[in-house]
């Protein structure tokens, strides 16, 4: 527990808005319960994980965050900083799983132009996606569904998931964007990119 000094003389609080790693971690060690405690009521397991870890990681890398403390009691801070991060995701989810979907289907494309992404979809699986993230390719990509339902579904931590979907968004601008190679044909079906 930092000592009650003056904020403007308090060492701790000089390490602490300069990042200094132990006073870091120190404060992930005792003060770890209190955030988890104001994510609480506000989000779901699942989702409280990820927040947390969201927290934490804008805490360590997040001068702007740390100056934002300038002394006293860090835990009651770190409840009210805590909190307002977990209503924030929580109206993020609200507004993922508000996304009509049926938007999507609406759109009309003809024969060809569904046939021509199908055979797209199989030759990435085919040549570039991993079979472990299938799954995550499926759930998020094809079937659209919100990450919470997916790593649900996969039985997987949404941060997982969320670097899995990134890494496979990669894979696809890569694929999408793939030049021919040198003095060789064209891919034999056109890609666009919206």
Known sequence: MPPEVSPADDPWLKRFHAGDRQVLEACYREHFATVERAMGSVLSPADRETAIHELWTRLLDGAALRQAFRGGALAPWLS?????????????????????????????ETWEEAAQARMLVEQFR??????????????RFLQQLPQREAAARLSLHRTTLA?????????????LLA????????????????
Do not use: C
Not at 126 to 139: C, D, I, K, S, T
Not at 167 to 173: D, H, P, V
Not at 179 to 194: C, D, L, N
């Open 80 to 108: 009210v900083v805590a909190r307002n991060h977990a209503l924030d995701m929580r109206r993020r989810i609200t507004r993922e799983s508000a996304y009509p979907r049926d938007e999507a289907e609406a759109r009309s």
């Open 126 to 139: 085919r040549e570039l996606l991993p079979p472990e993230w299938a799954g995550v390719f499926e759930l």
């Open 163 to 175: 670097y899995r979907e990134l890494r496979i968004r990669r894979l696809l601008k890569r694929f």
């Open 179 to 194: 030049e021919p190679p040198e003095g060789g044909a064209a891919p034999s079906t056109e890609r666009e990119v919206p």
